[in-house]
Each structure stands twice: as structure tokens, then as C-alpha cells.
Nanobody
């Protein structure tokens, strides 16, 4: 069974940094995959894509980021730990949200469009990030 577990969220002041982790089990990073990070802000906001990385991206050095976080976020992976990370710097109050990771299996590139929720098979439970002003 494929499972994703996010961690690393918390309460931070504006301007601070966090590194979120997405630990995967049930498949290995030696397989084809694409993992996306998404977030859902409170008050009924829609879930939105933050970043995506795939097995092919690791070879090509390609990354994908939402315009709202570009320049402040870095996605990376550690194949030995089957874990994808999301480093968020210069946090803003508007970054407050539950952050989710999700995997699209048996694909070597991020879906098109990479922020399309239905194109991901399995989701984690999320980790809360709260940024105080």
C-alpha cells in the first residue's frame, strides 16, 4: 500500500523558514513517480499546487513552482530515504495553510498541468503551517 506522511509544519514568525518532509512508503524512488506539494488555506480556500518533482526531473534538474512561492521555495528529494522535501523561506502570513504531498505513480514526469489534483493517486494527511505576522 502506498502511503505518504508529511511532517515539519508548525508555527513560525513571518520571515522565518520551514522544511517540510514527505516520507513515502509502498514504492521506491527507483520507480517512476511524480510528487507534488499542495496547500489549502483556511476559510474554504481551494487546494493549490505549490511544487512538483519527478523521477525524470531529478535527472534533468528541472523543478516546478507556483508563481506565488517562486524564489522562496525549493523542492528536493533524498532517494535513500524515499523522502521529498519542501524548503520554504521568507514565510508570509499568506503561506498559512495545511500542506499536503501527493504522488502520481507510474509516471516519470509531473502531470500536465502539474497542479491538477485529480492527476495524483495518493495523498498524505497534511501538515499545518501557521505564519504569524
Amino acid at each position: 500500500e502506498v502511503q505518504l506522511v508529511e511532517s515539519g509544519g508548525g508555527l513560525v514568525q513571518a520571515g522565518g523558514s520551514l522544511r517540510l518532509s514527505c516520507a513515502a512508503s509502498g514504492f521506491t524512488f527507483a520507480d517512476d513517480y511524480a510528487i507534488g506539494w499542495f496547500r489549502q488555506a483556511p476559510l474554504g480556500k481551494e487546494r493549490e499546487g505549490v511544487s512538483c518533482i519527478s523521477s525524470s526531473d531529478l535527472i534533468d534538474g528541472r523543478t516546478r513552482y507556483a508563481d506565488s512561492v517562486k524564489g522562496r521555495v525549493t523542492i528536493s528529494s533524498d532517494n535513500s530515504k524515499n523522502t521529498v522535501y519542501l524548503q520554504i523561506n521568507s514565510l508570509k502570513p499568506e503561506d498559512t495553510a495545511v500542506y499536503y504531498c501527493a504522488v502520481s505513480l507510474a509516471v516519470s514526469v509531473c502531470p500536465t498541468p502539474w497542479g491538477a489534483i485529480p492527476l495524483y493517486n495518493v495523498w498524505g494527511q497534511g501538515t499545518q503551517v501557521t505564519v504569524s505576522s
